[in-house]
């Protein structure tokens, strides 16, 4: 089954305690990307990625790394993370789907930072 | 820059009503891509429709249909016969294409859709 997974799904920690969301996908898809998700503001691309070792900014990227060292594994890493970046995010990978391109989200990752 | 508003924060419609979210969107780029996506209670990201901006054909997938209009900039989302599984939070979403194989998916701030039985 094609999917997108993440992990954690739930994590609390508090500030300054580096953490890191990991992704993988099974759809051999070069391009994936993070996604944080915050009520009022609706989604905001943090990174993305092409492919290997290629990784570019999205909107929202201050605070956060990324790692492309191998195509199924794009890992978040919050060095030192904060209160406002306690959100919902969400790894995406990109690739055909019969004929059409299309986006396919993980489930979530929920974080709070105190 | 682009941008998408979806200007209907939250919507409200009785079971077996027609409802139709709007979406309209900026960009400065003639080929570019628009989506919708699906987020209920649940929380995950379902993928509906992608539309690229050469095909204006309007597009019906049972009770869902999409109206795709380029001289307003608008990609409009109709419910037919709504029924209370598709209470979700809904997003439109732009893709720019920048022909490197590279590119930035622009969200709108969703509209949350309720359904009352």
């Known amino acids: 089954e094609a999917q997108v997974t993440q992990n954690p799904r739930y994590l609390i920690t508090v500030t300054g305690k580096k953490l890191t969301v990991t992704c993988s996908q099974n759809m051999n898809h070069e391009y994936m990307s993070w996604y944080r998700q915050d009520p009022g503001l609706g989604l905001r691309q943090i990174y993305y990625s092409m492919n290997v070792e290629v990784t570019d900014k999205g909107d929202v990227p201050e605070g956060y790394k990324v790692s492309r060292k191998e195509k199924r594994n794009f890992p978040l890493i919050l060095e030192s993370p904060s209160p406002n970046q306690t959100s919902l995010y969400f790894c995406a990978s990109r690739g055909l789907a019969g004929a059409v391109e299309t986006q396919y989200f993980g489930p979530g990752t929920r974080l709070l930072v105190l | 820059a682009q941008k998408v508003t979806q200007a209907q924060t939250e ?107």
């Open chain 2, 11 to 117: 919507i409200s419609v009785v079971e077996k009503e027609d409802v139709t979210l709007d979406c309209v969107y900026e960009t400065r780029d003639t080929t570019y891509y628009l989506f919708w996506y699906k987020q209920p209670p649940s929380g995950e990201l379902v993928f509906l429709i992608r539309r690229n901006s050469f095909d204006e054909q309007n597009e019906i997938s049972g009770r869902y249909s999409w109206n795709f209009q380029k001289s307003t900039s608008s990609f409009n989302f109709t419910i037919t016969a709504s029924q209370v599984v598709d209470s979700a939070v809904y997003f439109c979403a732009l893709n720019r294409y920048s022909g490197a194989g590279s590119y930035q998916l622009t969200f709108g701030k969703g509209t949350k859709l309720s359904v009352i039985p």
